[in-house]
């Protein structure tokens, strides 16, 4: 039996920013992992959602038809800390699409990122600015754009120090 690989991720919120300006991508895991019905989310959770637009049916002889979803606006909070996920096709698609962003070096290696890897949260502060100003640009007024929510705060980046 072949020895099961992991990758070390972190999800890249700014895949997708909403009509309001809060980024809100996210992934779920590889369907043959976890079913899709499910929704299972890669290192993001839904911690809100409020209902924007009622669900609308009616029922005719005896059967409920919706005529229109329920619109809800999610809050969704992403970790800041590596989250471990079983390697697949799938998996290494979504961070090589940038859906995913690799979190060291060896994860980076297997999915064929080799000469362009960089620090997780330099890169996802690149995906930000990308994403705001391609969201300013497609928007004709568009809101400001809000930090995505994260579940635990990113560990300082401490300065070397010069003294000896």
């Not at 999800?11 to 895991?29: A, C, H, M, R, S």
């Not at 029922?59 to 590596?82: C, D, F, S, W």
Request: charged letters at 25%.
């Amino acid at each position: 039996m072949a020895k099961k690989r992991f990758l070390r991720v972190l999800p890249n919120p700014w895949t997708n920013i909403d009509e309001n300006g809060t980024p809100n991508g996210f992934v779920l895991w590889d369907p043959a992992i976890v079913p899709p019905r499910e929704r299972k989310m890669i290192g993001a959770t839904i911690s809100k959602a409020d209902l924007v637009v009622p669900e609308v049916s009616e029922t005719v002889r005896g059967m409920k038809y919706t005529l229109r979803q329920a619109r809800h606006q999610n809050e969704i909070t992403y970790e800041t800390e590596p989250v471990l996920i079983e390697d697949t096709s799938y998996h290494r698609a979504e961070i090589s699409q940038g859906n995913l962003i690799a979190a060291d070096a060896e994860t980076a290696a297997q999915c064929g990122i080799v000469d362009s890897f960089e620090e997780p949260l330099e890169h996802i502060a690149k995906l930000r600015e990308l994403a705001i100003e391609q969201f300013k640009l497609a928007n004709l007024d568009p809101p400001d754009v809000v930090e995505a929510k994260t579940a635990t705060p990113p560990a300082p980046v401490e300065a070397p120090s010069s003294l000896g």
